[in-house]
């Protein structure tokens, strides 16, 4: 199994970029999958998630109204839109799949999940 992110790169603050995780090895659709960041120097934390169906999504605070995860069933894949971005946002980006089937409902923790993409650095210039 393997989680590929990638779209990550350098950007001007207030500017944008579009993350995406491509699974292969086998499919995730009737799983929630989830975006965490890690900056320099601080622990790994909880950016969005989405549900397996598409039906709900949830956020950290610090990126509420900015940033919209989307995913593609069909190509097993999941989608993190970031706008207006600051330099606060700066750090490796990881996708991740949730540990459970069919939960309705957004696990911000990391150890609700159980397969992790390499990440992709994300540096925002002020």
């Known amino acids: 199994v393997q989680l590929q992110a990638s779209g990550g790169g350098l950007v001007q603050a207030g500017g944008s970029l579009r993350l995406s995780c491509a699974a292969s090895g086998r499919t995730f659709s009737s799983y929630a999958m989830g975006w965490f960041r890690q900056a320099p120097g601080k622990e790994r934390e909880f950016v969005g998630a989405?549900?397996?169906?598409?039906?709900?999504?949830d956020y950290a605070d610090s990126v509420k109204g900015r940033f919209t995860i989307s995913r593609d069933n069909a190509k097993n894949a999941v989608y993190l839109q970031m706008n207006s971005l600051k330099p606060e946002d700066t750090a490796v980006y990881y996708c991740a799949v949730d540990r459970y089937s069919y939960r309705m409902y957004v696990k911000p923790d990391s150890d609700e999940y159980n397969y992790w993409g390499q990440g992709t650095q994300v540096t925002v210039s002020s």
């Open positions: 989405i549900i397996w169906n598409s039906g709900r999504t």
